[in-house]
T-cell receptor, first 114, second 115 residues
């Protein structure tokens, strides 16, 4: 069975410092992995996705994530935080066996201090 | 291209009533998935429709049902509402190939409050 664990429910950083949001997953198949961001009162927006083409995935707004199969991790990073990055971030695993089966992590709320 | 739209955006109902939520996918997308988001349970997959057929289903009681029309628009129905059904209901559309790589595009959600 697939599962996703976001290791931190809250992360606080200062503007201009690096961001690290941690995600571990388990899957019986070769899954796809995604990171989505949700700003207050807005829908979910795709940041990036891993589909086995390359282990380092670059996304929008300077975010990137590295797929590490040996560690079953898919951590999200950004070199320099911006105030507009404050939001909730979701790590997602999809196995899609004949359809669309998607598991969301519990979310990590990112706070960015001025 | 217009994004995923959901109507209504906000809804207040009382226990025991039923409710219907609507989702219009991005043009050309044939798959529509529904999710429930609550502070306690997070985001949970309800079901996915493709070509007017339910293709996948999450672990929700039979009070939650849905359908998809020939134009790919989808509706979700919840009967005999309970207080615990208060949530943000999100709809997502995708092309529908059914592959793991497919990206879902989310609507803004319908916020349902059950009193």
């Amino acid at each position: 069975a697939q599962s996703v664990t976001q290791l931190d429910s809250h992360v606080s950083v200062s503007e201009g410092t690096p961001v690290l949001l941690r995600c571990n997953y388990s899957s019986s198949y070769s899954p796809s992995l995604f990171w989505y961001v949700q700003h207050p009162n807005k829908g979910l927006q795709l940041l990036l996705k891993y589909t086995s083409a390359a282990t380092l995935v670059k996304g929008i707004n300077g975010f990137e994530a590295e797929f590490k199969k040996s560690e079953t991790s898919f951590h999200l990073t950004k070199p320099s935080a911006h105030m507009s990055d404050a939001a909730e971030y979701f790590c997602v695993v999809s196995e899609g066996t004949g359809g669309f089966k998607t598991i969301f992590g519990a979310g990590t709320r990112l706070f960015v201090k001025a | 291209k217009a994004g995923v739209t959901q109507t209504p955006r906000y809804l207040i109902k009382t226990r025991g009533q039923q409710v219907t939520l609507s989702c219009s996918p991005i043009s050309g997308h044939r798959s529509v998935s529904w999710y429930q988001q609550t502070p306690g349970q997070g985001l949970q997959f309800l079901f996915e429709y493709f070509s007017e057929t339910q293709r996948n289903k999450g672990n929700f009681p039979g009070r939650f049902s849905g359908r998809q029309f020939s134009n790919s628009r989808s509706e979700m129905n919840v009967s005999t509402l309970e207080l615990g059904d208060s949530a943000l209901y999100l709809c997502a559309s995708s092309l529908g190939a059914g592959t793991v790589q497919e990206t879902q595009y989310f609507g803004p959600g319908t916020r349902l409050l059950v009193l």
